[in-house]
């Protein structure tokens, strides 16, 4: 027994109907998935840049020993980076600075915005950066969860726990 035309065409709409739902169902799980490699990639770029950052550091010590950048600016402008890494994790790309305690406490580490860099001349050197964002991350690096405390610098052992950081706000 063949259905009428107008019959055909209902079932037709119905079973692209289905699809379609199926196929936004299978759209919204694969979205999931997708934002978590967006953001491990982003987590890997944040990683990547900051070492640059310590890298440059490095090569403005060799260019004037026993000295440490006063800035970041200062990197890129003594040719120790090749551009200015924005940080990844933030809409504006400012990274925090870490800076190595002056005087007896020579394993203290301070966290501060890498504007106030010439103003904490006198309480430490840049030795590294860190992210600026609060967002917490998906990996787990050196025991910390959250990107303002992943500090990459100087001398620092990736296989260890993250030590404690100092947050200055004013100097």
């Not at 305690?101 to 840049?126: N, S």
């Not at 296989?159 to 950081?165: C, I, Q, S, T």
Request: aromatic share 8%; charged share 30%; glycine share 10%.
């Amino acid at each position: 027994m063949r259905l009428p035309l107008g019959d055909r065409r209902g079932a037709m709409l119905i079973v692209v109907m289905i699809g379609v739902v199926v196929l936004g169902i299978l759209l919204l799980r694969a979205r999931g998935a997708w934002e978590y490699e967006c953001q491990r990639d982003l987590e890997e770029e944040l990683l990547f840049r900051a070492r640059q950052y310590v890298q440059g550091i490095r090569l403005f010590q060799k260019k004037h020993p026993g000295t440490f950048p006063e800035s970041l600016d200062i990197l890129y402008k003594e040719r120790c980076l090749r551009r200015k890494y924005p940080d990844p994790m933030t809409e504006k790309g400012e990274w925090d600075i870490v800076l190595q305690a002056r005087g007896g406490g020579a394993k203290k580490l301070l966290l501060a915005p890498a504007a106030l860099a010439p103003k904490l001349a006198d309480r430490g050197v840049i030795i590294g950066v860190c992210s600026s964002s609060p967002d917490t991350g998906y990996l787990e690096y050196r025991g910390k969860k959250k990107y303002n405390e992943w500090a990459v610098y100087l001398g620092d052992n990736p296989r260890e726990e993250m030590p404690e950081l100092e947050v200055l706000t004013v100097p």
